[in-house]
């Protein structure tokens, strides 16, 4: 299983990023989704997930109303769009993947990428 994140990036406050989230060796289709971040000695929080079955989405309170998450099952993607993106969400961006746990602790999921950059400056 491997995950590979993209898109990250410098943006300036105001402005908009989607990250993408591509899948390899596993049946993408068949695993819930999530998109994560963390800052340098903080714990890494939940942003959004979405199931593999019916494509049912949560949001966490940073990600409401901002962030968008959706996933493309032909092409084993998930993204995640980004507006109205403000210096507080500078951070490193991760996706998870599993095929059982759905939610957004990150305890529950066993396959992670290496993250992708966001620093959105003021």
């Known amino acids: 299983v491997q995950l590979v994140e993209s898109g990250g990036g410098l943006v300036q406050a105001g402005g908009s990023l989607r990250l993408s989230c591509v899948g390899y060796?596993?049946?993408?289709?068949?695993?819930?989704i999530a998109w994560f971040r963390q800052v340098l000695g903080k714990e890494r929080e939940g942003l959004a997930c979405i199931s593999a079955s019916d494509g049912y989405i949560y949001y966490g309170d940073s990600a409401k109303d901002r962030f968008t998450i959706f996933r493309d099952g032909v092409e084993n993607k998930a993204y995640l769009q980004m507006n109205s993106l403000k210096p507080e969400d500078t951070a490193r961006y991760y996706c998870?993947?599993?095929?059982?746990?759905?939610?957004?602790?990150?305890?529950?999921?066993?396959?992670w990428g290496q993250g992708t950059q966001v620093t959105v400056s003021s």
């Open positions: 998870a993947a599993d095929d059982e746990y759905y939610g957004l602790g990150p305890g529950g999921y066993h396959n």
């Open positions: 060796g596993f049946a993408f289709a068949d695993y819930n």
